[in-house]
């Protein structure tokens, strides 16, 4: 009996349907955009003289290559800052802030308004110890807005904010947005960066 011949399988057509797979992956794959920080660029302005600003109302948080964070000269850990953020925008040490509930220490900040916090990051600093921090000195921000949003107005401010930009905001917006500026004019961010320098 004659040994029978093997059936070939057709490879002809492989390189087409792999082909085909690569078109149909390409076409409906999504490639998630990169997130960034949300920053609004104060527009452009002619030169004005320099202010001269106490070196009280200003709250320093250094990080450096090792992810290490100073904040006002004492080394914290991250979930610290927020802490010393809100205790150094809600001071009122000048006594002119009716609504601040900080200790009214005459050697931290007058007011709100005065108060800026700079953030100085080394070049090699890790970009998620980065991203903690502003997120951590946003919320404080946002926790002393919400705080007296609740006691103007008996909302919070983030709640709103958000609903109006997603656009799932129910009731007069307008009314809406001028409170959220009444509240934010109460505890503007001033939140400034310093160029990133690399240490030696």
């Not at 150094?88 to 006594?95: A, I, R, T």
Request: overall charge negative; hydrophobic content about 35%.
């Amino acid at each position: 009996m004659g040994r029978r011949a093997t059936p070939e399988v057709n490879a002809g057509s492989m390189a087409d349907i792999a082909f085909l797979l690569l078109i149909f992956f390409l076409v409906t794959t999504t490639i998630e955009k990169d997130k960034g920080i949300a920053r609004q660029l104060p527009p452009k302005q002619d030169e004005q003289p320099p202010v001269d600003i106490k070196e009280k109302n200003i709250f320093v948080v250094t990080v450096n290559k090792e992810d290490q964070i100073l904040a006002d000269n004492d080394l914290m850990d991250i979930q610290d800052i927020r802490q010393a953020a809100i205790a150094f925008l809600d001071n009122g040490g000048d006594g002119s802030c009716n609504y601040c509930k900080g200790e009214k220490d005459i050697s931290s900040s007058d007011n709100p308004e005065k108060a800026i916090i700079t953030v100085k990051s080394d070049r090699e600093t890790s970009y998620k110890t980065y991203i903690q921090v502003q997120n951590e000195l946003v919320a404080a921000y946002n926790f002393l807005r919400d705080r007296e949003s609740e006691r103007l107005f008996g909302f919070k401010f983030t709640k709103v904010k958000n609903a109006i930009a997603t656009g799932d905001y129910k009731g007069n917006e307008e009314k809406a947005q001028a409170k959220l500026k009444e509240i934010q004019a109460l505890f503007p961010m001033k939140l400034s960066e310093a160029e990133a320098k690399k240490s030696q």
